[in-house]
Protein backbone atom coordinates (compact mmCIF):
# COMPACT_ATOMS: atom_id res chain seq x y z
CA UNK A 1 0.00 0.00 0.00
CA UNK A 2 1.55 3.71 -0.87
CA UNK A 3 2.47 5.15 2.14
CA UNK A 4 1.81 9.03 2.34
CA UNK A 5 4.91 11.07 0.88
CA UNK A 6 5.85 12.97 4.00
CA UNK A 7 7.25 9.93 5.71
CA UNK A 8 9.61 10.07 2.63
CA UNK A 9 11.06 13.32 4.05
CA UNK A 10 12.09 11.87 7.22
CA UNK A 11 16.29 11.75 6.97
CA UNK A 12 16.58 7.82 7.94
CA UNK A 13 16.82 7.34 11.71
CA UNK A 14 21.05 8.07 12.13
CA UNK A 15 20.84 5.23 15.27
CA UNK A 16 19.05 3.18 13.23
CA UNK A 17 22.27 2.53 10.59
CA UNK A 18 24.71 2.72 13.22
CA UNK A 19 23.06 -0.49 15.21
CA UNK A 20 22.83 -2.28 12.47
CA UNK A 21 26.18 -2.14 11.62
CA UNK A 22 26.99 -3.03 15.41
CA UNK A 23 24.76 -6.25 15.58
CA UNK A 24 26.68 -7.57 12.40
CA UNK A 25 30.15 -6.80 14.14
CA UNK A 26 28.75 -8.32 17.66
CA UNK A 27 27.88 -11.46 15.46
CA UNK A 28 31.31 -11.76 13.92
CA UNK A 29 32.37 -11.39 17.48
CA UNK A 30 33.99 -8.13 17.73
CA UNK A 31 33.68 -6.23 21.22
CA UNK A 32 32.05 -3.40 20.84
CA UNK A 33 32.11 0.17 22.81
CA UNK A 34 29.52 2.23 21.67
CA UNK A 35 30.22 5.66 22.57
CA UNK A 36 27.20 6.94 19.90
CA UNK A 37 24.12 7.05 21.99
CA UNK A 38 23.54 10.03 24.46
CA UNK A 39 21.73 7.67 26.47
CA UNK A 40 23.08 7.58 30.33
CA UNK A 41 24.33 4.11 31.84
CA UNK A 42 23.79 4.89 35.32
CA UNK A 43 20.42 3.73 37.14
CA UNK A 44 17.76 5.86 37.93
CA UNK A 45 18.62 7.29 41.61
CA UNK A 46 16.87 4.87 44.51
CA UNK A 47 14.55 7.89 46.40
CA UNK A 48 12.52 7.99 42.66
CA UNK A 49 12.21 4.46 42.05
CA UNK A 50 10.73 4.18 45.77
CA UNK A 51 8.45 6.85 44.89
CA UNK A 52 7.13 5.11 41.40
CA UNK A 53 6.51 1.78 43.26
CA UNK A 54 4.44 3.06 45.91
CA UNK A 55 2.62 5.36 43.29
CA UNK A 56 1.79 2.70 41.00
CA UNK A 57 -0.05 0.97 43.98
CA UNK A 58 -2.38 3.27 44.04
CA UNK A 59 -5.88 3.13 41.87
CA UNK A 60 -6.33 6.77 41.18
CA UNK A 61 -2.95 7.01 39.40
CA UNK A 62 -4.80 4.04 36.77
CA UNK A 63 -6.69 6.00 35.23
CA UNK A 64 -6.52 8.61 32.59
CA UNK A 65 -3.64 11.51 33.62
CA UNK A 66 -4.81 15.26 32.47
CA UNK A 67 -3.51 16.02 29.24
CA UNK A 68 -1.66 18.92 30.29
CA UNK A 69 0.02 17.23 33.77
CA UNK A 70 -1.23 17.06 37.31
CA UNK A 71 -1.39 20.20 39.40
CA UNK A 72 1.37 19.13 41.62
CA UNK A 73 3.56 18.49 38.87
CA UNK A 74 3.04 21.67 37.01
CA UNK A 75 3.45 23.37 40.70
CA UNK A 76 6.43 21.22 41.39
CA UNK A 77 8.04 22.59 37.77
CA UNK A 78 6.61 26.15 38.71
CA UNK A 79 8.48 25.93 41.95
CA UNK A 80 11.82 24.22 40.48
CA UNK A 81 12.13 27.37 37.89
CA UNK A 82 11.83 29.99 41.00
CA UNK A 83 14.54 28.28 42.72
CA UNK A 84 16.63 27.14 40.34
CA UNK A 85 16.31 30.12 37.64
CA UNK A 86 14.69 32.72 39.38
CA UNK A 87 11.88 32.50 36.69
CA UNK A 88 8.21 32.94 37.92
CA UNK A 89 5.28 30.74 35.94
CA UNK A 90 1.67 30.51 35.99
CA UNK A 91 1.34 26.63 37.04
CA UNK A 92 -2.03 26.76 35.36
CA UNK A 93 -1.21 28.74 31.92
CA UNK A 94 2.41 28.39 31.45
CA UNK A 95 4.01 24.51 32.25
CA UNK A 96 2.19 21.29 30.68
CA UNK A 97 3.75 17.60 31.22
CA UNK A 98 5.03 15.85 28.26
CA UNK A 99 5.44 12.15 27.62
CA UNK A 100 9.40 12.93 26.99
CA UNK A 101 10.66 16.01 26.16
CA UNK A 102 10.97 14.74 22.46
CA UNK A 103 7.63 14.50 22.17
CA UNK A 104 6.90 18.10 22.66
CA UNK A 105 9.45 18.87 20.23
CA UNK A 106 8.08 16.75 17.62
CA UNK A 107 4.76 18.28 17.75
CA UNK A 108 5.49 21.38 18.21
CA UNK A 109 5.71 22.09 14.76
CA UNK A 110 2.29 20.96 14.21
CA UNK A 111 0.87 24.08 16.63
CA UNK A 112 2.87 26.81 13.99
CA UNK A 113 4.15 25.65 10.53
CA UNK A 114 1.68 25.76 8.04
CA UNK A 115 2.52 23.87 4.62
CA UNK A 116 5.48 26.33 3.58
CA UNK A 117 5.96 28.04 6.62
CA UNK A 118 9.64 27.80 7.92
CA UNK A 119 11.33 26.43 10.78
CA UNK A 120 14.92 28.15 11.63
CA UNK A 121 16.49 24.79 12.55
CA UNK A 122 20.39 24.94 14.35
CA UNK A 123 22.82 22.63 12.16
CA UNK A 124 24.46 20.85 13.65
CA UNK A 125 21.42 20.19 15.82
CA UNK A 126 19.27 17.53 17.61
CA UNK A 127 17.39 15.52 14.65
CA UNK A 128 13.56 15.84 16.30
CA UNK A 129 13.54 19.68 15.18
CA UNK A 130 13.95 18.82 11.09
CA UNK A 131 12.05 15.61 11.42
CA UNK A 132 8.46 17.50 13.25
CA UNK A 133 9.26 20.20 10.61
CA UNK A 134 9.19 18.41 8.00
CA UNK A 135 6.14 15.85 8.84
CA UNK A 136 4.40 19.01 9.41
CA UNK A 137 4.77 20.49 6.28
CA UNK A 138 7.30 23.43 6.90
CA UNK A 139 10.28 24.21 5.54
CA UNK A 140 13.85 24.15 7.42
CA UNK A 141 16.13 26.81 7.24
CA UNK A 142 19.11 25.54 8.83
CA UNK A 143 21.04 28.41 10.80
CA UNK A 144 25.25 27.12 10.89
CA UNK A 145 26.66 26.23 14.26
CA UNK A 146 30.46 26.91 13.60
CA UNK A 147 33.67 27.00 15.49
CA UNK A 148 34.37 30.81 15.34
CA UNK A 149 31.14 31.39 16.63
CA UNK A 150 31.47 29.30 19.81
CA UNK A 151 28.50 27.19 18.03
CA UNK A 152 25.96 29.81 18.39
CA UNK A 153 23.71 30.84 15.66
CA UNK A 154 24.90 33.98 13.60
CA UNK A 155 21.17 35.59 13.40
CA UNK A 156 22.36 38.52 11.11
CA UNK A 157 23.28 35.99 8.24
CA UNK A 158 19.11 34.80 8.75
CA UNK A 159 18.15 36.35 5.47
CA UNK A 160 15.52 39.17 6.13
CA UNK A 161 13.06 37.61 3.37
CA UNK A 162 13.28 34.40 5.45
CA UNK A 163 12.65 35.81 8.59
CA UNK A 164 9.71 37.18 8.07
CA UNK A 165 8.46 34.06 6.64
CA UNK A 166 9.60 32.23 9.88
CA UNK A 167 7.02 31.04 12.39
CA UNK A 168 9.40 28.43 14.36
CA UNK A 169 13.13 28.88 15.75
CA UNK A 170 14.32 25.71 17.44
CA UNK A 171 17.96 26.21 19.86
CA UNK A 172 19.55 24.41 22.45
CA UNK A 173 21.82 25.22 25.03
CA UNK A 174 23.89 22.92 26.75
CA UNK A 175 24.13 21.92 23.04
CA UNK A 176 23.54 18.73 21.33
CA UNK A 177 25.80 17.30 19.69
CA UNK A 178 28.64 20.53 20.51
CA UNK A 179 28.49 20.32 24.31
CA UNK A 180 28.30 24.70 23.47
CA UNK A 181 26.86 26.71 25.81
CA UNK A 182 24.75 29.97 25.90
CA UNK A 183 25.69 33.52 26.84
CA UNK A 184 23.05 35.65 28.11
CA UNK A 185 23.65 38.33 25.56
CA UNK A 186 23.05 35.66 22.69
CA UNK A 187 19.81 35.28 24.29
CA UNK A 188 18.85 38.69 24.50
CA UNK A 189 20.07 39.43 20.98
CA UNK A 190 17.42 36.30 20.24
CA UNK A 191 14.50 37.64 22.29
CA UNK A 192 14.77 40.70 20.14
CA UNK A 193 14.90 39.33 17.03
CA UNK A 194 11.91 36.73 17.61
CA UNK A 195 9.75 39.70 18.45
CA UNK A 196 10.91 41.66 15.08
CA UNK A 197 9.78 39.20 13.04
CA UNK A 198 7.24 37.12 15.28
CA UNK A 199 8.46 34.02 15.88
CA UNK A 200 7.94 31.43 18.49
CA UNK A 201 11.23 30.29 20.11
CA UNK A 202 11.45 26.50 21.52
CA UNK A 203 14.81 26.03 23.70
CA UNK A 204 15.05 23.02 24.03
CA UNK A 205 17.01 22.46 27.84
CA UNK A 206 17.26 18.89 27.99
CA UNK A 207 20.94 19.36 29.23
CA UNK A 208 20.61 22.67 31.58
CA UNK A 209 20.97 20.45 34.53
CA UNK A 210 24.54 19.36 33.43
CA UNK A 211 27.24 21.70 33.86
CA UNK A 212 30.45 21.13 35.28
CA UNK A 213 32.77 23.13 37.37
CA UNK A 214 31.75 26.50 38.92
CA UNK A 215 29.46 26.43 35.21
CA UNK A 216 25.52 26.88 35.74
CA UNK A 217 24.00 26.75 32.79
CA UNK A 218 21.26 29.62 32.04
CA UNK A 219 17.27 28.68 30.81
CA UNK A 220 16.21 30.86 28.41
CA UNK A 221 13.38 32.09 30.56
CA UNK A 222 15.48 34.20 32.62
CA UNK A 223 16.52 36.81 29.76
CA UNK A 224 13.75 40.17 30.28
CA UNK A 225 10.73 39.45 27.26
CA UNK A 226 11.93 35.45 26.77
CA UNK A 227 8.50 34.39 28.32
CA UNK A 228 6.58 36.48 25.71
CA UNK A 229 7.76 35.00 22.82
CA UNK A 230 9.57 31.64 23.64
CA UNK A 231 8.76 28.45 25.88
CA UNK A 232 11.55 25.84 26.63
CA UNK A 233 11.43 22.08 26.95
CA UNK A 234 12.42 20.58 29.87
CA UNK A 235 13.29 16.89 31.03
CA UNK A 236 14.54 15.05 33.80
CA UNK A 237 15.75 12.36 31.35
CA UNK A 238 19.58 13.17 30.99
CA UNK A 239 20.32 14.56 34.40
CA UNK A 240 18.43 12.02 36.53
CA UNK A 241 19.03 8.76 34.65
CA UNK A 242 15.18 8.86 33.64
CA UNK A 243 15.39 8.84 29.76
CA UNK A 244 13.30 5.42 29.90
CA UNK A 245 10.46 6.94 31.93
CA UNK A 246 9.22 9.24 29.61
CA UNK A 247 8.31 12.86 31.47
CA UNK A 248 9.24 16.09 30.37
CA UNK A 249 7.63 19.45 30.12
CA UNK A 250 7.25 22.71 28.54
CA UNK A 251 7.37 26.20 30.01
CA UNK A 252 6.71 29.91 29.15
CA UNK A 253 4.51 31.76 26.71
CA UNK A 254 0.90 30.69 27.87
CA UNK A 255 -0.58 30.60 23.78
CA UNK A 256 2.21 28.29 22.94
CA UNK A 257 2.19 26.08 25.93
CA UNK A 258 -1.75 25.96 25.02
CA UNK A 259 -1.57 25.29 21.70
CA UNK A 260 0.61 22.05 22.45
CA UNK A 261 -2.04 21.11 25.19
CA UNK A 262 -4.92 21.17 22.68
CA UNK A 263 -3.01 19.63 19.72
CA UNK A 264 -1.55 17.02 22.54
CA UNK A 265 -5.07 16.05 23.86
CA UNK A 266 -5.89 15.47 20.49
CA UNK A 267 -3.25 12.50 20.43
CA UNK A 268 -2.04 11.12 23.67
CA UNK A 269 -3.89 11.65 27.14
CA UNK A 270 -1.14 12.52 29.03
CA UNK A 271 1.90 11.17 31.17
CA UNK A 272 1.48 8.13 33.58
CA UNK A 273 0.03 9.74 36.85
CA UNK A 274 2.98 7.69 38.97
CA UNK A 275 5.58 8.92 36.16
CA UNK A 276 4.93 12.00 37.13
CA UNK A 277 5.43 11.91 40.80
CA UNK A 278 8.57 10.18 39.98
CA UNK A 279 9.43 13.09 38.74
CA UNK A 280 8.32 15.65 41.17
CA UNK A 281 10.58 13.55 43.49
CA UNK A 282 13.55 13.91 40.73
CA UNK A 283 12.87 17.77 40.89
CA UNK A 284 12.14 18.26 44.62
CA UNK A 285 14.40 16.05 46.41
CA UNK A 286 18.24 17.57 47.60
CA UNK A 287 20.34 17.41 44.29
CA UNK A 288 23.19 15.47 45.78
CA UNK A 289 22.35 12.18 43.65
CA UNK A 290 22.74 15.01 40.68
CA UNK A 291 25.57 16.39 41.76
CA UNK A 292 27.80 12.79 42.16
CA UNK A 293 26.59 12.27 38.19
CA UNK A 294 27.51 15.46 37.23
CA UNK A 295 31.18 14.58 38.88
CA UNK A 296 31.26 11.55 37.26
CA UNK A 297 30.85 12.66 33.41
CA UNK A 298 33.33 15.39 34.50
CA UNK A 299 36.07 12.84 35.39
CA UNK A 300 34.69 11.14 32.31
CA UNK A 301 35.08 14.12 30.12
CA UNK A 302 38.49 14.93 31.72
CA UNK A 303 39.57 11.39 30.62
CA UNK A 304 38.49 11.67 27.27
CA UNK A 305 39.79 15.04 26.76
CA UNK A 306 43.20 14.13 27.28
CA UNK A 307 43.34 10.95 25.62
CA UNK A 308 42.09 13.08 22.15
CA UNK A 309 44.25 15.40 23.32
CA UNK A 310 47.24 13.14 23.13
CA UNK A 311 46.43 11.92 20.08
CA UNK A 312 47.29 15.50 18.41
CA UNK A 313 43.78 17.51 19.04
CA UNK A 314 43.97 20.33 20.93
CA UNK A 315 40.20 20.56 22.50
CA UNK A 316 39.10 22.65 25.34
CA UNK A 317 36.84 20.86 28.00
CA UNK A 318 33.04 21.59 27.31
CA UNK A 319 31.75 23.25 30.25
CA UNK A 320 28.47 21.15 30.25
CA UNK A 321 26.14 18.39 28.44
CA UNK A 322 27.68 14.64 28.36
CA UNK A 323 29.52 15.28 24.78
CA UNK A 324 32.96 16.00 23.21
CA UNK A 325 32.54 17.07 19.76
CA UNK A 326 35.81 17.10 18.45
CA UNK A 327 36.91 17.68 14.44
CA UNK A 328 37.94 14.98 12.25
CA UNK A 329 41.29 14.54 10.92
CA UNK A 330 41.95 17.13 8.32
CA UNK A 331 40.88 15.44 4.82
CA UNK A 332 38.97 12.97 6.81
CA UNK A 333 34.73 13.32 5.88
CA UNK A 334 33.16 12.08 9.46
CA UNK A 335 31.32 9.09 7.81
CA UNK A 336 34.66 8.30 6.73
CA UNK A 337 36.55 8.80 9.96
CA UNK A 338 33.90 7.05 12.11
CA UNK A 339 34.25 3.55 9.81
CA UNK A 340 38.02 4.00 10.32
CA UNK A 341 37.97 4.14 14.06
CA UNK A 342 35.37 1.27 14.14
CA UNK A 343 36.98 -0.94 11.98
CA UNK A 344 40.47 -0.38 13.78
CA UNK A 345 39.11 -0.17 17.37
CA UNK A 346 35.81 -1.52 17.91
CA UNK A 347 34.78 1.88 19.77
CA UNK A 348 31.94 3.32 18.15
CA UNK A 349 31.49 7.23 17.84
CA UNK A 350 28.32 9.41 15.88
CA UNK A 351 29.76 10.81 12.47
CA UNK A 352 28.40 14.59 12.40
CA UNK A 353 26.76 14.39 9.41
CA UNK A 354 24.25 12.69 11.34
CA UNK A 355 23.07 15.87 13.05
CA UNK A 356 23.61 18.26 9.47
CA UNK A 357 25.71 19.38 6.85
CA UNK A 358 27.75 21.46 9.34
CA UNK A 359 28.44 18.34 11.54
CA UNK A 360 30.44 16.92 8.86
CA UNK A 361 33.92 17.88 9.93
CA UNK A 362 33.29 16.54 13.42
CA UNK A 363 32.54 13.54 15.13
CA UNK A 364 30.50 13.25 18.90
CA UNK A 365 31.53 11.12 22.01
CA UNK A 366 28.84 9.95 24.18
CA UNK A 367 29.81 10.11 27.91
CA UNK A 368 27.18 7.90 28.68
CA UNK A 369 29.13 4.16 29.15
CA UNK A 370 30.73 2.31 32.80
CA UNK A 371 33.99 4.64 33.37
CA UNK A 372 35.37 1.25 32.91
CA UNK A 373 34.72 0.73 29.43
CA UNK A 374 35.60 4.60 28.58
CA UNK A 375 38.72 4.08 29.78
CA UNK A 376 38.91 0.59 27.84
CA UNK A 377 38.12 3.01 24.79
CA UNK A 378 40.13 5.72 25.75
CA UNK A 379 43.36 3.04 25.58
CA UNK A 380 42.34 1.50 22.44
CA UNK A 381 42.19 4.90 20.83
CA UNK A 382 45.81 5.95 22.02
CA UNK A 383 46.88 2.70 20.74
CA UNK A 384 45.18 2.53 17.30
CA UNK A 385 47.70 4.92 15.63
CA UNK A 386 45.18 7.34 14.73
CA UNK A 387 46.34 11.07 15.24
CA UNK A 388 44.93 14.67 14.50
CA UNK A 389 47.40 16.44 12.34
C1 LIG B 1 17.90 13.56 24.87
C2 LIG B 1 17.44 14.82 24.27
C3 LIG B 1 16.08 15.19 24.32
C4 LIG B 1 14.98 14.22 24.68
O1 LIG B 1 14.76 14.01 25.98
P1 LIG B 1 13.45 13.28 26.47
O2 LIG B 1 12.92 14.19 27.52
O3 LIG B 1 13.92 11.96 26.99
O4 LIG B 1 12.49 13.11 25.36
C5 LIG B 1 15.71 16.43 23.83
N1 LIG B 1 16.62 17.25 23.28
C6 LIG B 1 17.91 16.92 23.19
C7 LIG B 1 18.85 17.88 22.56
C8 LIG B 1 18.36 15.70 23.67
O5 LIG B 1 19.64 15.37 23.51
Redesign the pocket.
Known amino acids: MKKAKRLEQLAPYLFAQLEEKIEQAKKNGTDVINLGI?DPDQPTPQHIIAEMRQQVEETANHQYPSSKGMESFRVTVAQWYQERYGVGLDPQQEVAS?I????G?GHLAFCYLDPGDIALIPDPG?P?YQGGTALAGGEPHYMPLRAENNFLPDLTAIPTKVAKQAKLMFL?YPN?PTGAVATAGFFQDVVQFAKEYDILVAH?A??IEVGFDSYRPLSFLQVPGAKDIGIE?G?V??SHNM?GW?I?WVAGLADAVGALVTLKSNLDSGAFAAVQFAAIRALRDPQDALEAQIDLYRQRRDLMISTLNAMGWNLKAPEASIYIWAPTPPGMDSRTFAEHVFTETGVVITPGIGYGQEGDGYFRISLTVETERLREAAERLRQCGIRYS
Open positions: GLGSKEIYVNNDAYFSSKTRG
